[in-house]
T-cell receptor, first 116, second 111 residues
Framework: DTGVSQDPRHKITKRGQNVTFRCDPI?????LYWYRQTLGQGPEFLTY????????KSRLLSDRFSAERPKGSFSTLEIQRTEQGDSAMYLC??????????????FGEGSRLTVL | GQQLNQSPQSMFIQEGEDVSMNCTSS?????WLWYKQDPGEGPVLLIA?????ELTSNGRLTAQFGITRKDSFLNISASIPSDVGIYFC???????????FGKGTRLSVIA
């Protein structure tokens, strides 16, 4: 039974570099979410997909951030021209929605980004 | 930004004691969830609540969906060392809206 998988688990980069995170959701889950979590805070919503369609984006998602889910399976979150304020844990979560089987959000282990 | 007020921020308790924590909101939520997060890991779902007044248990954990739909409570009975971690409440206003999280309650258990 595979849960939500994220890669890499840790990334250290220099300010100004681009980084990309990957998320593989639970296989039958049609919705995929990205959250960001900074120290001492709860997860904050960034964006979500239903299958391959990106349905909602938070105002936290600046134009340096882009997320894709091209085939409705795995998703990538890219941050361009990283800033020190981007340092955080990036969490991916998935859930199945549909009729009586609608389920809840299951999270991956997160990708921790440190921008030097 | 965060819309849920979670308290207390942290707790230090003796092993075997019961624990209570709560979460309040200025908005009505249709779903309340409780998650636990260990250091360096993602949150793990503990309990989901879908109806006002609902009381649901998961082992030693019991959670309630407040009658006003603006609050929720989590109780842990007979705490053990592995209960250590950060507990987050989360709420959803409607079926398609994203989950909103509190800032967490950090639980420490002294053996």
């Amino acid at each position: 039974d595979t849960g939500v998988s994220q890669d890499p688990r840790h990334k250290i980069t220099k300010r100004g570099q681009n980084v990309t995170f990957r998320c593989d959701p639970i296989s039958e889950h049609n919705r995929l979410y990205w959250y960001r979590q900074t120290l001492g805070q709860g997860p904050e919503f960034l964006t979500y997909f239903q299958n391959e369609a990106q349905l909602e984006k938070s105002r936290l998602l600046s134009d340096r951030f882009s997320a894709e889910r091209p085939k409705g399976s795995f998703s990538t979150l890219e941050i361009q021209r990283t800033e020190q304020g981007d340092s955080a844990m990036y969490l991916c979560a998935s859930r199945y929605t549909g009729g009586v089987r609608t389920g809840e959000l299951f999270f991956g282990e997160g990708s921790r980004l440190t921008v030097l | 930004g965060q819309q849920l007020n979670q308290s207390p921020q942290s707790m230090f308790i003796q092993e075997g004691e019961d624990v209570s924590m709560n979460c309040t909101s200025s908005s009505i939520f249709n779903t309340w969830l409780w998650y636990k997060q260990d250091p360096g890991e993602g949150p793990v779902l503990l309990i989901a609540l879908y109806k006002a007044g609902e009381l649901t248990s998961n082992g030693r954990l019991t959670a309630q969906f407040g009658i006003t739909r603006k609050d929720s409570f989590l109780n842990i009975s007979a705490s053990i060392p592995s209960d250590v971690g950060i507990y987050f409440c989360a709420g959803r206003r409607g079926g398609n809206t994203p989950l909103v999280f509190g800032k967490g309650t950090r639980l420490s258990v002294i053996a």
